[in-house]
């Protein structure tokens, strides 16, 4: 050991745990119970890693030794101690975890929290972990030893800038003889977490599902049990009330919300296994975090393996729970749990149970699907590129807001198709507004032929796989060529006469002015009153997928093809000063640069597009007079 090592250090905390530590004490948070809630989590995890590592290693856990945790209150020392005989933590690990903020979720929720008026409310959708105890404490000290280490070390602090790390006393070092004590010297007005009935209170409210004793030790009185420490995926589910699985997800899932969806069954056969599984009613902050992983916590006979075996697939990385395992070893390794053909087996058949109970739960509990579609819908359309065996059904299970102005599924879509009409048309984009307002539309529109307005990134990826619905293929309203000619117009939009340019001699015309810059010009079938727009080839990316990619530099964006409506007095202009070269050229590519804007781009070279511009409207205003 060098002296170092040996030494007390003082150490300043990570910016954001600073950070978060002011928002804490500047703000008034009346949810301060969840402190232990917390740190009971955090108790519960330790002894899960210890109960977990003695499977290969024994000797950790000693007879009569099973982990533990305990709620000491001490009104005389105004302390209250939260004590598990869990794994422990290491100088090191003490210096690592309780000074710094490894999770991506807290790290958005404190930038929420920085940013909201009144941090009240978000605190109390969101633990943030061990640093919540500093909202009743002002000054905590951690004891801890790790399970089979001789070493015992004292992390103390008060907030503020900074903590201490220290080799504990010969007393403290005495007393903690495995795993973690969590002494809280209370502030003033957080005495009443002394009572003992207060204590029992916030146990039962949010920790009553940890698996460990939980043991209070008053000053009165012998230590007793305050929680029941079963295994409620175990439980038949005629024994559970709707509160006993609120509270279980609430505790599993770390969640404040209320479930929408509880899926709890026990498989029997080939391979034996309980699963309870929940989908939360909201969005957590790091919904789209690329570290999100799925956070199913698989254990084995009623011991925590880990929550990192992918027991879902990542479209279904909001849902939470546990998988209880009947067979597998348990000295599984971590290695192992990738191709376990068990856990091969249990995956497709938790993942096929979970999209048939959304299923049912969009057909019997509309307001809880729609609280999951609205949170989720998002994440569960990756699926439609991801999962190909069960497309049709997510698919199905898709709601798509559309120009009827409703949310809308592709069921009843093909129901009320246009005569004629053979495809679902849609249409990708940024915003529901900028969408409404496509020339793409138009001929659509025309026609009251129902198009669906995609909003989400996702969107732009799983429509390039050219996919059907009950045989009608999606088609982008925004690509390829399409045919509206057998659909009829709407009353109202028939009669519009020939059109005013000739189209072989207009579009040779554009064409020589545009040159390379679009790979083709052609009559549009889309338009009716705009005089122009983009689309892509019918083979190829759509042009709001190339959009997004080439918004994060990967791929490179084709040349457009020009679509022009020949019904429209400025192509039919450009017909009519064929002969001046000049003015073609400039209306031509005023007709390139207006669809470019209606895209929400650029001109390629704004500059010339302002002159250019300025120049049509003097020689119109020239001619009016
Ligand atoms: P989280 O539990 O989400 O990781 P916390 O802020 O609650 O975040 O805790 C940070 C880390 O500190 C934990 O991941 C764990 O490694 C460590 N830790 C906290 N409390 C204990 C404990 N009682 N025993 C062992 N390790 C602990
Ligand atoms: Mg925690």
């Not at 990192?308 to 879902?312: N, V």
């Not at 067979?327 to 390794?333: F, G, H, R, V």
């Given at each position: 050991m060098t002296t170092t090592d040996t030494a007390a250090v003082s150490q300043p905390f990570q910016a954001e745990v600073s950070e978060l530590l002011h928002l804490m004490v500047h703000s008034v948070y009346s949810e301060t119970d969840i402190f232990l809630r917390e740190l009971i989590s955090n108790a519960s995890d330790a002894c899960d890693k210890l109960r977990y590592q003695a499977i290969a290693a024994p000797e950790l856990i000693g007879e009569n030794d099973a982990p533990n945790i305990r709620v000491i209150p001490d009104k005389k020392a105004n302390t209250l101690t939260v004590a598990d005989t869990g794994i422990g933590m290491e100088r090191q690990e003490l210096i690592d975890n309780l000074g710094t903020i490894a999770r991506s979720g807290t790290k958005a929720f404190v930038a929420k929290l920085a940013e909201a008026k009144d941090g009240a409310g978000l605190i109390g959708q969101f633990g943030v972990g061990f640093y919540s105890a500093f909202m009743v404490a002002q000054r905590i000290i951690v004891t801890s030893r790790r399970a089979g280490s001789r070493e015992v070390w004292s992390w103390s602090s008060s907030g503020g800038a900074g903590f201490e790390v220290a080799p504990a006393d010969e007393q403290d070092a005495k007393r903690v003889a495995r795993g973690t004590e969590i002494v809280l010297h209370l502030k003033e007005d957080a005495k009443k977490y002394l009572e003992t009935h207060e204590i029992e209170r916030i146990v039962g409210a949010y920790s009553d599902n940890i698996q460990f004793p939980i043991v209070l030790v008053a000053d009165e009185g012998e230590p007793r049990q305050i929680n029941s420490a079963s295994a409620l995926w175990q439980r038949a589910k005629s024994e559970l009330t709707p509160e006993d699985y609120t509270k279980a997800y609430q505790s599993i899932a770390h969640a404040f919300d209320e479930p929408a969806m509880t899926l709890h069954y026990r498989a029997e056969g080939r391979y034996s296994y309980a699963v309870l599984l929940f989908a939360p009613s909201t969005k957590p902050f790091d919904l789209f975090e690329p570290a999100r992983k799925g956070k199913v916590k698989l254990y084995v006979r009623r011991v925590f393996i880990t929550d990192?075996?992918?027991?879902?697939p990542a479209y279904l990385r909001f849902v939470r729970g546990v998988v209880d395992s009947e067979?597998?070893?348990?000295?599984?390794?971590r290695e192992m749990l990738q191709n376990n053909p068990q856990l091969v087996q249990i995956r497709k058949a938790v993942a096929t149970r979970v999209v048939g109970e959304l299923e049912t739960l969009a057909e019997k509990d509309a307001e809880n699907f729609n609280k999951i579609w609205d949170a989720f819908g998002a994440v569960i359309k990756e699926g439609i590129y991801e999962d190909f065996e069960r497309r049709e059904k997510l698919l199905a299970l898709s709601r798509f807001f559309s120009t009827t102005g409703e949310k809308r599924t592709l069921k009843q879509y093909v129901a009320e198709l246009k005569p004629n009409q053979t495809e679902i048309y849609f249409l990708v984009g940024d915003s529901i507004e900028r969408l409404k307002s496509n020339p793409r539309l138009e001929a659509a529109s025309a026609r009251g032929i129902e198009v669906l307005l995609l909003t989400d990134p996702v969107d732009a990826f799983w429509t390039s796989a050219r996919l059907e619905f009950e045989g009608k293929p999606l088609q982008s309203l925004s690509q390829g060529d399409l045919n509206f000619d057998l659909i009829p117009l709407l009353e109202e939009n028939k009669d519009k006469g020939e059109p005013a340019a000739d189209e072989a001699q207009t579009i040779a015309i554009i064409k020589s002015s545009l040159g390379e810059r679009v790979t083709d010009v052609k009559a549009s079938t889309r338009l009716t009153t705009s005089a122009s727009c983009l689309v892509a080839g019918s083979h190829g990316p759509d042009r709001e997928l190339e959009r997004l990619l080439s918004q994060q530099n990967r791929g490179m964006r084709s040349k457009p093809i020009l679509e022009i409506n020949l019904r429209h007095p400025l192509v039919a202009a450009i017909a009519n000063k064929g002969s001046d070269k000049t003015i073609a050229d400039d209306l031509s590519l005023l007709l390139l640069e207006q669809a470019q804007i209606l895209d929400g781009e650029l001109p390629e070279d704004p500059a010339a597009f302002a002159a250019r511009l300025n120049r049509l409207v003097l020689q119109g205003l020239a001619l009016s007079q």
């Open positions: 990192d075996a992918d027991l879902l067979d597998l070893p348990l000295n599984i390794s």
